[in-house]
């Protein structure tokens, strides 16, 4: 792909809008690149549609400007989706899809490109980093450079999964050249929890069951629950990673209820099951290692579902 302001000659309206229930990389991605615009395009219109935040993320510059999608979609010159294809951009779609040019960043495995222009890339760590790729590094200044820097930490769990590259180190050193905290900016984003986060988080961990000989961990927060300790979606991220975290464990899946016998289900693996694959299979995605989806039935009905192609796995080869 061009730089991105090769793309945009001529655009007096731009949007950007990222998948719901956005996290890190999705915050990060599109407020890096929409500081970007409003610097390199001063006569632009440029606006972020997104779902509101967590409030963590407050402390990225821009974030209050983000604006929810009307019942009407404005016709823009060219509409961005980063971080996911089209079809996850909640109340947003129908903006890209009414665009005059449409553009897609992203590096889900997942996604094949749902743009006028794609640049999807399954090997890099992040679509902050991609983002990286495609702006005028000349024109950085801290505000942009902590939003992608954010964007990076999270889908790297600072720096430690396996989509970590030399490339993804070079960027992040070159980000942290500005002058923000980034020391800060990581405990605040993504160590530091609230009370509740950490209570519900306690929740989980102590009614998760191991299954398929100890090899999966699975846990599950209902609506009930959630409504006791008054838990947002937010407020729940986090959990797989840590159920993954533990000992013997190959696969880990964490799933809170968003409806009647309706499930938002996270995967996560240590490299032994292909979450992504099983994702994809049930409607969703993501990367080899990180995914999810939406599944409905009970309980039981989702794991059990779940089981038979997590199984199937780990009795073949480990995929690369």
Excluded: W
């Amino acid at each position: 792909m061009n730089k991105i302001l090769e793309e945009l000659k001529g655009a007096k309206t731009i949007g950007i809008s990222g998948h719901i229930r956005p996290d890190g990389d999705c915050v990060g991605s599109c407020m890096g690149l929409y500081l970007f615009l409003k610097k390199a395009l001063p006569e632009a219109e440029v606006k972020v549609y997104l779902e509101r935040p967590a409030d963590i993320y407050d402390c990225i510059k821009g974030v209050e400007h983000i604006a929810e999608a009307g019942s009407e979609p404005e016709i823009l010159d060219v509409f961005i989706a980063l971080d996911a294809g089209k079809e996850r951009l909640g109340e947003a779609e129908k903006y890209f899809d009414a665009a005059k040019k449409t553009i897609n960043i992203d590096h889900h495995i997942s996604n094949k490109g749902t743009g006028d222009i794609n640049y999807i890339v399954p090997d890099a760590s992040s679509t902050s980093e991609l983002v990286f790729d495609v702006i005028d590094e000349e024109m950085l200044d801290a505000d942009i450079a902590q939003a992608l820097y954010m964007g990076i930490v999270h889908d790297t769990g600072v720096f430690q999964y396996s989509n970590t590259k030399p490339k993804t180190l070079k960027t992040a050193a070159k980000l942290i050249e500005y002058d923000f905290d980034f020391s800060r900016l990581i405990d605040t984003t993504f160590y530091e929890k609230t009370y509740i986060q950490n209570q519900i988080l306690g929740r989980a961990l102590l009614e998760s069951i191991l299954f398929l000989d100890g090899k999966c961990i699975v846990s599950v927060v209902d609506r009930k629950t959630m409504d006791f300790y008054g838990a947002r979606p937010s407020d729940l991220d986090g959990i797989v990673s840590q159920l993954r975290s533990t000992k013997g464990v190959e696969c880990a899946v964490f799933m809170y209820e968003t409806g009647l016998q309706e499930y938002k289900v996270s995967m996560r693996s240590c490299g032994g099951v292909d979450v992504a694959s099983i994702a994809s299979y049930f409607g969703g995605g993501g990367h080899v290692r990180a995914a999810g989806c939406t599944m409905k039935g009970t309980f039981h009905d989702v794991i059990n579902n779940l089981s038979l192609h997590i199984e199937k796995q780990l009795k073949e080869e480990k995929p690369e």
